[in-house]
């Protein structure tokens, strides 16, 4: 039986002919290629006289500046060690806390949950960044920069989480007592907070289908 493997995400559907979509990123029938056991590689291989060919001259390589040495180590690091898997746990075990907090300081007048939370959200707006360009180099690198259903799925996510962050961040900054005074304003607030952590869940659900693939345990 013929092995296809998926030039997006490495999934590897066992058939005669490849699968219409990958199960694990959505990519096209056409991102697949055949695998090629390594016994039947070599033997036409072994068997094949080596042509002689005369050796090509080297190329005299470009001197690369400071800042692509650097991103390009950078690079080498984030994907060596994993670090968007790393980083992206702040979002995805902060924010729900922060909106528990949120909703207790409305519903009890609590302002020490409402500072509390304000600092968790606070705290996750730094990391943001890092979230974000961890993810961009992940994308762009492991997956080929693919835009199929899943990646805009995860990439409309991170958007929407990081906007609803940033007002709530500005609207708590305009009116600090948003929460601890009953008004219309303040169920808006909490609305945007769900959404938040909804587009945080469903970021991390995307990328959770990503490493998992299509597994059931």
Request: aromatic share 10%; net charge neutral.
């Amino acid at each position: 039986m013929k092995k296809w493997e998926c030039t997006v995400c490495g999934y590897i559907h066992e058939g005669d002919e490849p699968p219409d979509e990958c199960p694990v990123c959505a990519a096209d029938k056409s991102m697949f290629v055949e695998v090629v056991e390594q016994a039947a590689a070599a033997e036409p291989a072994a068997t094949a006289e080596p042509a002689a060919s005369p050796a090509a001259p080297a190329q005299p390589a470009g001197k690369q500046g400071l800042p692509a040495t650097l991103l390009a180590f950078a690079t080498t690091q984030i994907l060596r060690h994993h670090l968007h898997p790393i980083m992206v746990h702040t979002p995805n075990g902060i924010v729900p806390m922060a909106v528990i907090f949120l909703f207790i300081a409305a519903l009890f007048t609590a302002p020490l949950f409402d500072i509390a939370a304000l600092y968790s959200l606070v705290f996750v707006l730094v990391a943001m960044p890092a979230v974000l360009a961890t993810g961009y180099i992940v994308w762009q690198e492991r997956y080929r920069g693919a835009l199929t259903s899943i990646f805009k799925l995860k990439i409309g996510a991170s958007i929407v989480a990081t906007v609803s962050l940033v007002i709530l961040l500005i609207w708590r900054a305009l009116q600090p007592a948003v929460l601890t005074t009953p008004s219309t304003g303040r169920w808006f607030f909490l609305i945007l907070a769900v959404i938040m952590v909804g587009a945080v869940g469903l970021a991390g659900h995307m990328g959770g289908k990503l490493v998992f693939g299509n597994r059931k345990y």
